[in-house]
């Protein structure tokens, strides 16, 4: 029977090599803080349990994915990548483990291929040519991005870069990436220079005025208000993003009290950082 920390390994190795399309002693030492040796025969382990998954390539110095890897420890879910890339902690002890359930939410199919590219060129900071669809635009469009960030906006994951055919930086829905991008030369484009990315600011919230004042009071319980107000601090390009997770409506003035709760204060602060183009 695998230990806790040994079947963390494995899943760890598994998440990588498929995600990143390498995996190598040197990224178990990182996470995990083992030896070399160790980190090894971790590697070497999880071939003699699974030994059509990984090939060590001496050019890459490390282990690659085969084409007929399968899942053992992970999901193939591109969001348990995304969420240890955000918390770089994806399973928990589960000794002290209290029984809870989720929700069964739709997934979103992302493949590999493309988080591998859009990954590297966010380390190496460099171009990708890509094919994309939206809902207003369903045929494939190819386009020269320049990714900076993965963001996670609720029930969905977004890559925010710049792009050279709006020639601005704009969210893109990772599912709606097809094909297999290609890797472009390097760039000086930069997080740095995303007006929406590097300007903050707070969102305020407070009850509607339109509840009574026992009802904007369980609000505000439970949002721990102070003075009745609500601040959540955001980038100011996933301002809109803050608002759908909240739930407040800034369109629809008929909306009821009961379904709305909460309004926002400084909306005319706000205002020139919603809506903005997406793609």
């Known amino acids: 029977m695998l230990s806790i920390n040994q079947d963390k390994r ?74 240890w890339i955000s918390h770089q902690d994806a399973i928990a002890d589960v000794s002290t483990a209290l029984p809870y359930t989720t929700l069964s939410l739709p997934k979103r199919q992302v493949s590999a291929d493309i988080i591998r590219v859009l990954v590297t060129a966010i380390r190496q900071k460099r171009r990708v040519d890509v094919d994309y669809v ?31 055919k709006s020639k601005g930086f704009r969210d893109f829905v990772l ?19 995303d007006s929406g990315w590097i300007t903050e600011l707070y969102l305020e919230f407070q009850p509607d005025p339109r509840l009574k004042p026992a009802q904007q009071e369980v609000l505000a319980h439970d949002y721990q208000m102070q003075n009745g107000k609500l601040l959540i601090h955001s980038r100011a390009c996933l301002a809109q993003y803050v608002l759908q997770e909240m739930q407040v409506n800034i369109r629809d003035i008929d909306i009821s009290p009961e379904a709305q709760q909460l309004v926002l204060v400084n909306l005319n602060h706000i205002k020139p950082w919603l809506f903005e183009e997406k793609s």
């Not at 020269?144 to 050279?164: D, K, M, N, Q």
Request: proline share 4%.
């Open 134 to 164: 939206s809902v207003s635009n369903p045929d494939r469009q190819g386009r020269i991005i320049v990714p900076h960030h993965f963001v996670s906006a609720g029930l969905r994951w977004h890559l925010r870069a710049y792009c050279e």
């Open 10 to 83: 494995l899943w760890f190795i598994e998440l990588i090599a498929w995600w990143e399309g390498r995996i190598s002693a040197s990224h178990l030492m990182r996470q995990f803080g083992i030896s070399r040796t160790q980190a090894q025969k971790d590697i070497l382990y999880y071939q003699q349990l699974l030994p059509g998954n990984l090939l060590y390539h001496a050019s890459h110095k490390g282990f690659l994915p085969q084409a007929n890897f399968q899942h053992a420890y992970s999901s193939g879910d591109v969001v348990e990548y995304l969420n």
């Open 175 to 193: 599912s709606r990436f097809r094909g297999v991008p290609e890797l472009m030369g390097k760039t000086n484009i930069s997080a740095d220079q």
